[in-house]
């Protein structure tokens, strides 16, 4: 009796998260609510608060809400988020700082379990996808995938370029995809 009594009070002790698996960008950029904060890194350059701002104004304006933008060393990594910027400036950000595979002008957006990822090869690229990501609505492809690619080298939305990605590279298919130059030397 007196275990099932400790159990039931560390469940209620246990903060609830949660953790919703999205099947799209459109998905997850669709149901984003006030209890979705939006992260950015400790190290996150002014170009990935732009970025994040980006979004919260375009939520802000299409839902009237206001999403809570933080740091990373200030958030509980199991709930659902929303994340800005680099591998190397964001560590909430699930992919390798040191071996990124995207060259300049190019970044992500990406379904990563219960989070969003927007990450450029460099802040300019980042801010791209935030733009992307913040007119959803627009990109029938989001609806479709859970990863895709941004390129181009503009801050206006209609010359980017977003194509689907896989969700992992195929090292010696023979195609030599977007972002797999590096990781991929076979193709």
Not at 78 to 106: A, F
Not at 158 to 169: D, H, I, M, P, T
Request: hydrophobic content about 40%; overall charge negative.
């Amino acid at each position: 009796m007196k275990k099932e009594i400790i159990l039931f009070i560390l469940i209620l002790l246990v903060p609830q998260v949660n953790a919703v698996i999205y099947d799209s960008i459109y998905e997850f950029m669709n149901k984003i609510d006030d209890t979705i904060p939006l992260i950015v890194g400790i190290n996150a350059t002014s170009s990935d608060s732009i970025a994040a701002t980006t979004i919260v104004l375009e939520i802000l304006q299409e839902k009237d809400i206001i999403l809570e933008v933080t740091t990373e060393d200030k958030i509980n990594p199991r709930i659902n988020k929303l994340l800005i910027g680099h591998p190397c400036d964001n560590s909430l950000v699930d992919l390798d700082c040191d071996e990124w595979p995207y060259e300049t002008g190019e970044s992500i957006i990406k379904v990563g379990g219960n989070d969003l990822i927007i990450a450029g090869s460099t802040p300019d690229d980042t801010r791209r996808a935030a733009l992307i990501a913040a007119n959803y609505k627009l990109f029938s492809i989001l609806k479709a995938s859970k990863f895709v690619i941004v390129t181009g080298n503009s801050f206006d939305v209609g010359s980017l370029n977003v194509e689907s990605a896989k969700e992992q590279f195929i090292c010696g298919d023979q195609i030599c995809e977007m972002g797999e130059k590096y990781t991929c030397y076979v193709d």
